[in-house]
């Protein structure tokens, strides 16, 4: 049988959302084999960016080939406020005053040594058969994926209003979509339903048949 690929969209400290997705997904595939790709931006904002971040690296030990998670521009500014003390305020002034009740810490230097090295390690990308996976986005006429780092964590635009073909189907996040679910276009799909401002976690289905999800597993 085909094995699924389920895409899961930005979580933001989220951790009872993203465990009742988990048992949908586990539930859908119906003893298929699956893997989980992670969008980044797992942490700010939300309740327990602690308890996301060690369910993910709890996955990932149990499961290193099927569990893919990328770094997203939250992760890119908690390392730059654990490593720069004076980029501290930027990203507490975006959320990351809740991660540190939620790892019981005061200071972004105090973050756990082991959490800083596996978010410092997050690959930008990830590819298959049929689709780039990404946090943000590429730039419009850059080899695909986009090589530049930074694009791929933070670019808007011109990669949302642009209708680009880079060669194999776009998926993303990073830009909350609060009506309507996913935004499905013909070159990219952005999962990224907004949970963290009360709407929905969202997973895209995918197969190696085509490029644009076959299905969306939603919780609400």
């Known amino acids: 049988m085909p094995e699924l690929t389920y895409a899961i969209g930005d979580i933001h400290g989220c951790l009872k959302h ?4 988990l048992d949908k997904i586990e539930e859908h595939r119906t003893g298929r084999s699956r893997k989980l790709v992670f969008l980044g931006d797992y942490i700010d904002r939300g309740p327990d960016s602690a308890g996301v971040i060690a369910l993910l690296r709890e996955l990932q030990e149990r499961e290193p080939e099927n569990v893919v998670c990328l770094m997203g521009n939250h992760e890119d500014l908690m390392l730059h406020a654990h490593y720069v003390p004076g980029l501290r305020l930027n990203w507490l002034m ?3 005053n809740a991660v540190l009740r ?3 810490i005061d200071a972004p230097e105090d973050l756990p040594s082991d959490v800083v090295r ?10 298959d058969s049929q ?7 590429f730039r419009p006429g850059a080899p695909a994926p986009d090589p530049d780092a930074h694009a791929r964590l933070w ?13 194999k189907y776009v998926i993303h996040g990073h830009t909350p979509v609060l009506l309507n679910g996913p935004d499905v276009r013909p070159y990219r799909t952005n ?3 907004g949970c963290v401002y009360g709407a929905a976690l969202t997973a895209g289905v995918f197969t190696d048949e085509r490029g644009p ?5 939603q919780v609400e």
Do not use: C, M, Y
């Not at 999800?213 to 597993?217: R, T």
């Open 118 to 127: 596996w978010v410092k390690d997050l690959p930008t990308v990830h590819e």
């Open 102 to 104: 939620s790892f019981g």
């Open 155 to 167: 670019i808007r635009e011109p990669f949302l209003s642009e209708e680009h073909d880079f060669g």
């Open 94 to 96: 975006n959320g990351g």
């Open 213 to 217: 999800a076959i299905q969306f597993l």
């Open 131 to 137: 689709r780039f996976f990404v946090h943000a986005g």
């Open 191 to 193: 999962l990224d339903t």
């Open 18 to 21: 993203l465990r009742v997705l």
